[in-house]
């Protein structure tokens, strides 16, 4: 059997598995051992599986992941997420579309101490739909915006998946959250825009709302300034050198911990709550770094990486050409896995492709570049059909609205997010302007 032949039946084996609802970590690990078997043999795929899991996991790298998920947790138990929508909808109520567009502002800032786009998505979700809702919005735009909206959670700084990547790709987490800022405030401004035409184009979605007073303004600006707080301890603390990323995201967990005690939101059981949430979803994304690892030793074996790469440096195309259907072949395999397996299956592939092409950009700032890149793409991938992983989280919050409805409103965001990731793709500068501050 040839190299590529075996890949393929790899990759062949593992969906297969994937749509007989295997776990994904169990479906890669499968294929990967398989591999590794018919090309090694029985006694050095026991040898590799004796090390394999412990230099992985004996990164101290890999801590800053269960920190920033529980500093998450604690936000979502905690309450923050009432205050930060209370506060948008107070500033951008009185705008056609306001509160769409205040859901989009709350989405961005529960990112920002959050991490997680499912996470933003569900937890923003329960505060906002019911609100639009209540106000005459249709289901359409706003489960719409609060699946487009929780995509900020991975955009904006902390992410999950950038740390992913760093780590992958042994590269500084504090300068990929730097690089990753620019564009996230990009997609928000992008996705507000979308709001404001779509209901101006297409009335009846979104009806007239008045506009809060100046004291309900500043009422419920007095909710969201330990969120402020947080954010300027975490992130100023990481760029001005003060801690590192993993210190940071401890930082942040006992901050916001003690936030939300202090509101009154946090009790025994919900306290508990957190630190299971965190181990379960942690515990999850550690098998799919074992499965990812297993099944990219098998494909190492293969050479097929390396072979692809000089295919494709033998084509002639331009560098961004290459780029660019790099980013194409993301989507697609977004709208059918779940970013984090995305990212553990394809980085150790593509990345070396890129690390080669000749993009006028140093190393570091390439590296740098084409994370922030894979972010977007993996964002519009959580939209998209016929997965679209936030769609469906937020469409189980609003049973009244069909599915297929909830698929046409997050059609206007998409075409933000292929406009912006156009944008990166031909501007690195937009990405790497923060970065270059940074020494």
Not at 56 to 80: C, E, N, W
Not at 85 to 107: D, I, Y
Not at 148 to 169: D, E, F, H, K, Q
Not at 296 to 310: C, G, H, M, Y
Request: proline fraction near 5%; aromatic fraction near 10%; hydrophobic fraction near 55%.
């Amino acid at each position: 059997m040839d190299a590529l032949t075996l890949a393929l039946g790899l990759f062949a084996i593992m969906l297969v598995l994937m749509a007989m609802r295997v776990p994904i970590a169990v479906s890669m690990f499968a294929a990967g051992f398989i591999g590794y078997l018919i090309q090694a043999g029985w006694l050095p795929v026991a040898s590799h599986l004796k090390t394999y899991a412990y230099a992985r996991f004996s990164s101290y790298d890999l801590s800053v992941i269960p920190l920033f998920l529980l500093m998450g947790q604690f936000a979502t138990k905690g309450g923050l997420s009432r205050a930060l929508f209370k506060f948008a909808a107070a500033l951008l109520g009185g705008f056609r579309g306001g509160l769409a567009m205040a859901t989009v502002v709350a989405c961005a800032a529960f990112g920002s101490i959050c991490g997680s786009s499912i996470a933003t998505a569900a937890t923003i979700g329960s505060v906002a739909l019911p609100e639009m809702k209540r106000h005459g919005y249709s289901g359409r735009l706003a489960t719409a915006t609060v699946a487009a909206g929780g995509t900020l959670g991975i955009l904006i700084p902390p992410s999950v998946i950038l740390v992913v990547y760093a780590i992958l790709t042994e590269q500084n987490i504090a300068k990929l959250f730097a690089a990753a800022f620019i564009p996230g405030l990009i997609a928000m401004a992008g996705y507000m825009l979308a709001i404001s035409v779509y209901v101006r184009l297409v009335p009846g979605h979104a009806p007239e709302h008045e506009a809060a007073s100046r004291e309900q303004l500043w009422s419920s600006a007095r909710g969201v300034w330990p969120i402020a707080a947080i954010f300027l301890t975490v992130f100023g603390g990481i760029y001005g050198g003060v801690f590192t990323p993993t210190e940071g995201a401890a930082v942040g967990a006992a901050c916001t911990f003690v936030t939300a005690l202090a509101r009154g939101e946090l009790d025994w059981r919900k306290f508990g709550a957190c630190f299971y949430s965190t181990a379960t979803a942690s515990a999850m994304i550690f098998m799919i770094f074992l499965g990812a690892d297993m099944l990219n030793s098998a494909l190492a074996l293969t050479q097929v990486p390396n072979r692809l790469a000089e295919a494709i440096g033998a084509l002639g195309l331009a560098p961004l050409a290459v780029v660019g259907a790099i980013l194409l072949f993301y989507i697609v395999l977004g709208c059918v896995m779940d970013e984090l397996s995305v990212i553990l299956l394809t980085i150790p592939i593509f990345f070396p492709l890129i690390m080669g092409l000749d993009l006028g950009l140093p190393p570091s700032e390439k590296a740098i570049w084409f994370g922030v890149l894979v972010l977007m793409v993996v964002g519009i991938g959580l939209l998209s059909p016929p997965v679209g992983l936030n769609v469906y989280v937020v469409n189980g919050l609003d049973r009244d609205t069909p599915i297929a409805e909830s698929y046409r409103g997050v059609l206007p965001f998409l075409f933000t997010d292929l406009v912006r990731t156009g944008l990166l793709l031909v501007f690195p500068v937009l990405s790497l302007y923060l970065v270059r501050f940074m020494r």
